[in-house]
Structure formats: C-alpha cells, structure tokens
C-alpha cells in the first residue's frame, strides 16, 4: 500500500505546491483546506491525473473538536497516516501598539494551536503503524529571528520551532521524524508588492523564493532519505539569517 501524507492549507500557495510535490514523488495526498473545497477539488484533479489517490479534508485548525472528528473519521476509514506537513497558517501584521486582540488570538490559535489540534488526533494511530513516519510544520524566518511589525506571528512560528524539537526527542525511537522548514519571502497570495520591496534588503540573494523551493525543501524531509535528520530548522530564504 502507498504511504499518504497531510498536508494541511494545501488548496493554495505552499500547500499546494508541497502536495503536488509530494504526488509526484509517489505519495498518496489527503489535502486539507478552510473553506476553498473547490480549489482543494482541483488540486485533488491534478494528483490523481499523476496516478495517486487525493481526497480533501475541510476544517478551521483553529477549531479543536471539528479537526478531531475530521481527522479521526479520516485515519479510521483510511488508515494511519506516513507523514503530515502542517502548512496551514495566517498573518495579521501590525506594530505591537497597534494589534488588536483578535490579531493576536487569530495568529496564535491558527498556527500554534493548528499544530496541537492537527498532530493530537493522529499521532497514536502514526506510532501504532510501527513503521518509519515524517512530520515537517512550517515555520518562517520570522519565527527564527523575530521580525518587525510581526510580534504575534513570529511568536507562533517561534513557539512551532519549540514544538517540533520536543516532539522530535519524543518520536525519535519510533523512526517518526519531526522537523520544520523556515521560508523566508515566498511568492504568494501572503504577500503584497510593499512587504516584497522593503524586504529585498535583507535578502542577499536578492529575489523572492518560490513556493516550488519550499516543496522540495519538505520533499526531502518526507523522503526515506532523510531518516536520520529529526528536530531540525531548514531554512529556505537566499540567506536571510
Ligand atoms: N509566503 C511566505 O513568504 C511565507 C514565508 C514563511 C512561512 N510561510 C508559511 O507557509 C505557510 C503557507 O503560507 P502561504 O504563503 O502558502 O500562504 P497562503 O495564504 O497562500 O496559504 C495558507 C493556507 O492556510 C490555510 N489556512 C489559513 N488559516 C486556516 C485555518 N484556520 N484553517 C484551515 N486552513 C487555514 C489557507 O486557507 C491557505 O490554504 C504558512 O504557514 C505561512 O505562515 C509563508
Ligand atoms: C522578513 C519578512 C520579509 C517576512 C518574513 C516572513 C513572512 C512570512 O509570511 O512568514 C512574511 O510575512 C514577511 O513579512
């Protein structure tokens, strides 16, 4: 039977391209997206055109009981997952005087708590496999090196690097590896042209990343090849940091 892997936040963006990578390389796909079904429907199209299977999941990550029963109803009609990538994650930037609660709280329970909400309900069901398994969660160079205007975000990016590294001790005689990949300024919907232009500075190699690079960064992390390499950062930002 082919391994499947998550990948949350994948109707779009990073998501995307990770789950399109992640067919190609001869995985099976369950996509995961809020509300974006059709966009999610399109991605699934497209795998199962590469000759691998593709559902699609729906819930907010931030919501705890509805990513359980989606989850649980999903391991229990297919089986344990070989890997999750959680990818889903929002922004709500500002300077600190000026984030609202709600910025603060939709940040946190988006990205930080994604991780809880997602990794809870099918973490017994991957170690019960008895076999090899791959987590990666996406963090960013913010949660690395703190940035500007981003207190709340780089916060739960930070808090995503702290999560994976304990979890990663914790899985490690289980053959599950645990590790995040931290773009830096990747060309997406995230992003407008100020954010890009302002940022350019600090970038040395002078362009923007693609969310391809990023895909092939979590390739590699899900590979057999990798199995040695847990609670790990892989940056991919043109040496931002
Ligand atoms: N674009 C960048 O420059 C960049 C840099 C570093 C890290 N990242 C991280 O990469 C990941 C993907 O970002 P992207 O650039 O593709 O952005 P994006 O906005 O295109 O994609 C984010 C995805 O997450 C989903 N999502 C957001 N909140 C959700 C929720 N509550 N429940 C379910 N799904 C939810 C969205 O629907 C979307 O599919 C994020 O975690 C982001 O923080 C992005
Ligand atoms: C450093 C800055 C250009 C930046 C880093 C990371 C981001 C991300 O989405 O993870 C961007 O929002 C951007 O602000």
Redesign the pocket.
């Known amino acids: 039977m082919t391994d499947t892997i998550l990948i949350?936040?994948s109707?779009?963006?990073?998501?995307q391209a990770v789950a399109l990578r992640l067919a190609r390389d001869g995985f099976d796909i369950v996509l995961h997206?809020?509300s974006?079904q059709a966009a999610a429907e399109h991605v699934a199209e497209q795998i199962r055109a590469l000759g691998r299977s593709a559902r699609v999941l729906c819930f907010?990550?931030?919501d705890r009981a509805a990513a359980s029963a989606a989850l649980e109803a999903d391991v229990e009609a297919h089986g344990a997952y070989y890997g999750v990538v959680c990818?889903?994650?929002?922004t709500a930037d500002g300077a600190f005087p000026a984030l609202s609660d709600d910025d603060w709280d939709r940040v946190i329970h988006?990205?930080l708590d994604?991780f809880y909400n997602v990794l809870k309900p099918v973490m017994m069901p991957m170690i019960r496999r008895r076999k090899a398994g791959r987590i990666v969660v996406?963090s960013?160079?913010s949660g690395v090196m703190g940035n500007r205007g981003q207190v709340n975000y780089s916060a739960s990016k930070a808090g995503l690097i702290g999560a994976v590294k304990a979890l990663a001790v914790e899985l490690a005689k289980r053959k599950i590896t645990v590790n995040c990949v931290a773009?830096?300024?990747?060309e997406?919907?995230?992003?407008d042209e100020q954010i890009i232009s302002e940022a350019m500075k600090a970038i040395p190699m002078q362009r923007t990343g693609t969310v391809e690079e990023v895909a092939a960064a979590v390739s590699f992390l899900c590979s057999v090849e990798a199995g040695y390499i847990t609670r790990q950062v892989l940056s991919v930002n043109g040496g931002m940091c």
């Open positions: 949350t936040g109707s779009r963006g990073i998501g997206c809020r974006q907010d990550v931030a990818n889903a994650g929002v988006t990205n994604g996406m960013s160079v773009p830096g300024l990747i997406t919907e995230m992003l």
